[in-house]
């Protein structure tokens, strides 16, 4: 069974205006040192001798924005100063809880990005160049934004049938915003991959271009639109199966246009909403546990999912029902990946780390020169103290450095194609603890993988699989016996060999033979 999975590396881009992009980069920067985010007091310690003095003069210009907070919210703020791109970054560096630890990771992963709303007037002139008609004519009501994150704002709607609907409008001018912040990134990637080596098994160009990548296609609402009418088709399919964790609202198609998105309005209260938490009859357990199993059976059953899953963009109702709005990040799988996140999951909840080992070295996100076996003891390692314990029991932060530690020994490099996958996780992981601070995720995720397992590993996922191979060999011997490979003539010509070479061939053979006997007459000498 092979779990190889190869995607094709994100080609770097180049950087357009180098000159800009420095400067831009420089002004980054200064707003890192200003809320003291570049090198954190809190790491000084820690650092070499000839750096902590380095550190303490970057220090003298922290203002009064870098005195409050852990480092990971003073980081979060002067991402939200700098803009959309670095919104983004945040929330992708979010991902790498293995680096920075689970503290860090979450606050940054709260990074709503919530900005003052620009004017309803230049929304409705978004509106109309979008779609090629004014407001009014689609829309009997428009109201001021509920909502305004650095892409894009919400708007409060009406249909003419009195259906109540959300109006999304891309900001005027973001294109231009993003594409000067993606130059400023590719240019601090490329300075961090060529002067700090052991930064590079981090693959920070790939990393960039999987962030631009996602935030081209957040930038384009028509497919967004198309991500929120596939994944409710799969919301919808999971719930006819019995499996009902999640729903998404309908996508309005005559509202939908490159710059304009306009769903269904989401029911429920804003997870974000103190007032959430309050609701009569709501299982705050059943909705932790609805969060991660929505997640999971997305992307295992369907390969696809949500990919933005933090409490911004869910709504919950009495008694564990989930609403989640904005599509503008969505991750899929292929069946290789589906297999490889599938049988790790099972191989910790079974405690068989030697088979979780050998998908790690199968799907070839560790190197062939290491030993399976030491990767396995490794494995248990960090996965012993942390099975079946609840969430309140776990030393997240020591258990992630852990793991960093060992993704380092075994030369483990950042797969981009699974960025997506991990900064979903770990967002999962983090509204079911602000659940439930005991949530066993593990708990959680076992039905899920079970049933899994049971379906594409099992006794008759193997007849399946074995039907289909015998099938596919009977249809190619068919077509072997009505089209059988013609025989390929061969034609032969003499050629005299050319006298140099003949000369050099009876040269070196002669000196062979020579050389055989002199070899034989000193061992009979001997």
Known sequence: MSYRIAPKPPRAEPVRDPLSAAWRLIGWMWVLVRHDALLPREVTPVLPGWARPFAAFLHLFSGREGRDGRPGQRLGRAFEHLGPVAVKLGQVLATRADIFGTEFATDLGRLKDRLPPFPIDQARREIERSLGRPAEALFVEFGEAVAAASLAQAHPARLADGRKVAVKVLRPGIERRVARGLDAMRLGARLVNRLVPPARRLEPRAFVETVAQSMRMELDLRLEAAAASELKEVMDRSAAEGFGHMRAPGVIWDGVGKRVLTLEWAGGVAMTDPACAEQPGLDKDALADNVVRAFLGQALDHGVFHADLHEGNLFASAPAELIAVDFGIVGRLGEGERRYLAEILWGFLTRDYPRIARVHFEAGYVPPNHSVDAFAQALRAVGEPVIGKQASEVSMGRLLGQLFEITALFDMHLRPELILLQK????????????????????????????????????????????????????????????????????????????????????????????????????TQV
């Open 424 to 523: 979903t996780m770990v967002s999962v992981e983090g509204v079911a603890r602000r659940l439930n601070p005991d949530h066993d995720l593990w708990a959680a995720a076992r039905p899920v993988v079970e049933r899994w397992i049971a379906r594409e590993l099992g006794p008759r996922a193997q007849v399946r699989d074995a039907l289909k191979e015998l099938i596919g060999t009977a249809r190619a011997t068919a077509r072997l016996v009505q089209d059988p490979p013609r025989p390929e003539t061969v034609v032969i010509r003499e050629t005299g060999t050319p006298r140099w070479l003949a000369a050099c061939i009876v040269i070196a053979t002669c000196a062979a033979i020579g050389a055989l006997v002199l070899s034989i007459w000193s061992v």
